[in-house]
């Protein structure tokens, strides 16, 4: 039970920012005694700080406590299809470092081979009493890599092996802390989720989560928890089926997804190979972009439409591997989109920007080690706060 109520304390003030024990008691039901004795104890173990004190206007001034930046730190792999990624985050999720490599295809030794270098050149940039305060490393990657050699364009030989890897055993062998795994669009999702939610004005709790990374992902977000379903692909929005062209159906992947940009200027002759190697400023011909924008933006709009039908989401959140000024366009255009949609008998919901950016995918998996070891599930949190 007192692991659990340090959760939540960690909890709201990872939502609040900073709570005075009052406002902590309050706020969870346990009595000042109980909370005085849970933030003696967090902040013993410097996961909490003290800050400047509010002077009211009678009696002692109260103490707000926040989150201590060093008190734990974390690494996110992103196992991409183009790339790998490794972070370094801080308690409050600021990135201290990251090394970033790009491949023709992932491949299992290749990506112990970069952990194995990765790790260690991150850890050097903490003190050595901080990097005992490694509290784990989170893995987001694609589930089943090895059914998409022919969209990534490789023989199925190639990553056959997968089938026979256990990529987190195999880490986990390689670093002296936890090892946490989930699917790489669900990773970005919690980062939303984790670090995100606090500085949403909108307070966002229902919506559905889109990542455009060389495959459109995403997940499902039900009073601030991500939902995994029975088989933990819940939320696989590059499965859903939207209108094609010329009558039928594709998948969502199929038109949203940046392997869909890459194949338009593959076709063209031009090379793709800078867009995998920084989220910022493409220098892609404006015609390509401009009918690939249009295509995802409406694959987007009818994700959005069956949330809002099905389960009366707030909002589709849409977040990338992409520049900022494509992702505000490709969100204006599926507002568009949406708006041509016949809703009648549901609310639309609002298309939104995500708060993570690019980096979401390895943001997320360096969450896993922090929500397994120090949170409450979001739910647990209820309305308050």
């Keep these: 039970m007192r692991a659990h109520n340090e959760r939540l304390v960690l909890s709201l003030l990872r939502r609040n920012g900073q709570l005075a024990k009052a406002e902590i008691a309050r706020l969870t039901g346990l009595s000042a005694q109980t909370i005085s004795v849970i933030m003696r104890a967090l902040e013993a173990d410097g996961l909490i700080a003290r800050g400047e004190p509010r002077r009211g206007r009678v009696g002692q001034p109260s103490v707000p406590m926040h989150l201590a930046p060093g008190g734990a730190y974390f690494l996110g792999l992103k196992v991409g299809r183009r790339s790998l990624q490794l972070v370094l985050v801080d308690f409050l999720g600021k990135v201290l470092g990251q090394v970033h490599e790009t491949h023709r295809v992932p491949t299992p030794s290749g990506t112990l081979d970069f952990v194995r270098q990765a790790v260690?050149?991150?850890?050097?940039?903490?003190?050595?009493?901080?990097?005992?305060?490694?509290?784990?490393l989170g893995i987001g990657m694609p589930f089943y890599l090895w059914d998409w050699a022919e969209p990534i364009g490789v023989p199925e030989s190639e990553m056959a092996v997968w089938r026979d890897t256990d990529l987190r055993a195999d880490i986990a062998a390689e670093v002296p802390f936890p090892v946490f795994m989930e699917n790489d669009a669900s990773a970005a999702c919690s980062a939303e989720i984790v670090f995100g939610a606090p500085a949403r004005p909108d307070g966002l709790r229902d919506f559905v989560y889109a990542y455009i990374g060389y495959f459109a992902g995403g997940g499902l977000v039900l009073n601030g928890r991500l939902i995994t379903g029975r088989k933990g692909n819940a939320g696989a929005l590059g499965s859903m089926p939207v209108p094609a062209e010329g009558g039928g159906s594709v998948q969502l992947l199929d038109v949203a997804s940046l392997s869909a940009l890459e194949a338009l200027l593959v076709a063209r002759g031009l090379d793709a190979r800078a867009m995998w190697?920084?989220?910022?400023?493409?220098?892609?011909?404006?015609?390509?972009?401009?009918?690939?924008?249009?295509?995802?933006?409406?694959?987007?709009?009818?994700?959005?439409?069956?949330?809002?039908?099905?389960?009366?989401?707030?909002?589709?959140?849409?977040?990338?591997?992409?520049?900022?000024?494509?992702?505000?366009?490709?969100?204006?255009?599926?507002?568009?989109?949406?708006?041509?949609?016949?809703?009648?008998?549901?609310?639309?919901?609002?298309?939104?920007?995500?708060?993570?950016?690019?980096?979401?995918?390895a943001l997320g998996a360096a969450s896993l080690p922090l929500s397994m070891r120090y949170l409450v599930e979001p739910g647990t949190l209820g309305t308050q706060g």
């Design 277 to 361: 190697e920084s989220p910022v400023d493409w220098a892609i011909d404006p015609g390509v972009l401009a009918l690939w924008t249009a295509r995802a933006a409406a694959g987007l709009a009818h994700v959005a439409a069956s949330g809002a039908a099905l389960l009366d989401l707030e909002a589709l959140v849409i977040d990338g591997w992409m520049p900022d000024r494509l992702r505000a366009t490709l969100i204006e255009q599926t507002q568009a989109a949406l708006s041509r949609i016949d809703l009648s008998g549901a609310t639309p919901p609002e298309v939104v920007e995500g708060t993570i950016g690019p980096g979401a995918r």
């Design 120 to 136: 260690p050149d991150l850890l050097a940039k903490l003190g050595e009493a901080d990097r005992e305060r490694v509290a784990g």
